[in-house]
């Protein structure tokens, strides 16, 4: 019987074996394996920065309700769900991909941390692929002291900095701001220094999985900049609109 993240684990074990079969390195098996998984996963994070996008170009508009309701709660929640309805904006586009997405990531990791548990049994191949040494890796199941780690930290921390930028929505008055700038240090310090403990197996995933999200923030920024390009010739024609019916 298996657990949520057992539930997760199991196919993308199944994937990795059959990845395996086919390339019969663990090491490129998992890169492959990483990219794979990736890409499945962009769509979401594409739905995700374009819905942090919208919240950034409804803020002015927001802000004006919260300043002209400050006293009043229940008129402040109705203007708002009336300006949603009004944008089509959902507020919770943002979150919904970040939820399905952290299962799907914390399944990963407890395949890769324990790949034997989730793997099919009887592949008698796996119980010595988990052992096999990758480039300076002598055995993917032990941990790399510092190389691995250190790449893994250094690519958290640009993809991190890079995501942040993204998902500004440019409110001063954010709460989260602080907290995110400081997770933007402290997260790949801990990845690294987790990293130093896991399975290289599990780094060298890491690794992978953040140099290809530098490249997928790298492709969002030139779509973000397009969408806030139509969204301010949007609002130069709802201005001209205006004038011409005065």
Not at 70 to 95: R, V, W
Not at 110 to 135: K, Q, T, V
Not at 205 to 229: C, D, E, G, L
């Amino acid at each position: 019987m298996y657990t949520v993240l057992g539930i997760i684990a199991k196919p993308l074990g199944l994937l990795l074996n059959l990845l395996y079969g086919f390339v019969g390195n663990y090491g490129i098996s998992i890169i492959i394996f990483t990219v794979i998984v990736k890409l499945c996963l962009y769509p979401l994070y594409i739905k995700q920065i374009k819905s942090t996008t919208r919240m950034a170009d409804l803020q002015p508009k927001m802000q004006e309700i919260q300043n002209k309701y400050a006293n009043d709660q229940e008129t402040m929640n109705i203007k708002m769900q009336e300006l949603y309805k009004e944008e089509k904006f959902n507020p919770m586009g943002g979150c919904l991909p970040m939820l399905i997405q952290m299962p799907i990531i914390m399944g990963l990791f407890a395949l890769l941390r324990n790949p034997m548990r989730y793997i099919p049994n009887g592949n008698s191949d796996m119980i010595f692929a988990f052992h096999e040494s990758f480039m300076w890796i002598k055995d993917l199941s032990q941990p790399d002291p510092w190389i691995l780690p250190i790449i893994a930290g250094i690519a958290t921390f640009i993809a991190f900095t890079m995501n942040r930028a993204l998902q500004d929505t440019g409110a001063s008055a954010n709460q989260m701001a602080g907290m995110m700038k400081m997770m933007q240090y402290v997260f790949p310090l801990m990845i690294l220094w987790m990293a130093r403990s896991f399975p290289s197996g599990l780094a060298l995933y890491w690794a992978i999985s953040q140099i290809i999200q530098i490249f997928f923030n790298i492709h969002m920024s030139t779509i973000r900049k397009k969408m806030k390009r139509e969204s301010e010739e949007r609002k130069i024609r709802e201005k001209l609109e205006k004038k011409l019916n005065q």
